[in-house]
Nanobody, 125 residues
Framework: QVQLVESGGGLVQAGGSLRLSCAASGRTFSSYAVGWFRQAPGKEREFVAAISWSGIRTYYVDFVKGRFTISRDNAKNTVYLQMNSLKPEDTAVYYC??????????????????WGQGTQVTVSS
């Protein structure tokens, strides 16, 4: 069993930065891949980024490449999402999710069993 808690969201102006954290409990967390997803009002939840259990492999959706960076510190049971050059369209609730998944499934929300409660990110223009 893994429990996830996101933090670091907030209100920021366009062009600004935020760093989200996903803190996990459970001894198996270091063996799980972790994904970040987001959901804006009236829209479906969408994939943002993912990282393998080792942290060696990372994956990004095209519209955040070059702006967002996912990383993890397994000693701290924490995964981070550094978000730079934020745009108003990045406004959403951001969720982290964890599970033992193959690379081909990391972008699919339905594949993850463990989810955090979400953290709101609001980017003003």
């Amino acid at each position: 069993q893994v429990q996830l808690v996101e933090s670091g969201g907030g209100l920021v102006q366009a062009g600004g930065s935020l760093r989200l954290s996903c803190a996990a409990s459970g001894r198996t967390f270091s063996s799980y891949a972790v994904g970040w997803f987001r959901q804006a009002p009236g829209k479906e939840r969408e994939f943002v980024a993912a990282i393998s259990w080792s942290g060696i492999r990372t994956y990004y959706v095209d519209f955040v490449k070059g702006r967002f960076t996912i990383s993890r510190d397994n000693a701290k049971n924490t995964v981070y999402l550094q978000m730079n050059s934020l745009k108003p369209e990045d406004t959403a609730v951001y969720y982290c999710a964890a599970d033992s998944l193959p690379e081909s499934s990391l972008s699919r929300a339905g594949g993850y069993d463990y989810w955090g409660q979400g953290t709101q990110v609001t980017v003003s223009s």
